[in-house]
């Protein structure tokens, strides 16, 4: 079993000065917290996997495509493979859990 505390990640991301920290990669699947601070901009491009994202803190809007949510903790978002999409409007320091499928490259 592998078992990971949120507050240890958010840790070694912050020590290690990145906004992404993939913590588990596995044949079928990698995941990351990804953190933006209020007001930031969200500079990622289309990935080719799929991709979840689940909001652990923070307040912000996403767009995948051509729609528009606004999102909070609890927030779950699917991103298909190579749609493009943004975190923007970034009100409160956002914590997202990053499921990728399969394990980004």
Same mark, same amino acid.
């Given at each position: ?11 070694? /991301? #912050? %020590? ?10 596995? *044949?079928?699947?990698? @995941?990351?917290?990804? !953190? ?22 923070? /307040? #912000? %809007? ?10 909070? *903790?609890?927030?779950? @978002?699917?991103?298909? !493979? ?24």
């Amino acid at each position: 079993m592998k078992a990971f505390r949120l507050d240890e990640l958010e840790a070694e /991301r #912050a %020590a290690n000065d990145g906004a992404y920290l993939q913590f588990l990669r596995e *044949r079928n699947m990698s @995941v990351g917290l990804y !953190a933006l601070d209020a007001g930031n901009t969200d500079p990622q491009q289309p990935h080719r996997q799929d991709e979840v994202y689940l909001v652990v803190s923070g /307040r #912000a %809007a996403i767009t995948v495509g051509t729609e528009t949510t606004a999102v909070a *903790r609890g927030s779950v @978002v699917y991103v298909p !493979a190579g749609v493009p999409h943004k975190f923007h409007h970034i009100t409160e320091d956002l914590r997202v859990m990053v499921v990728f499928s399969p394990p980004e490259s």
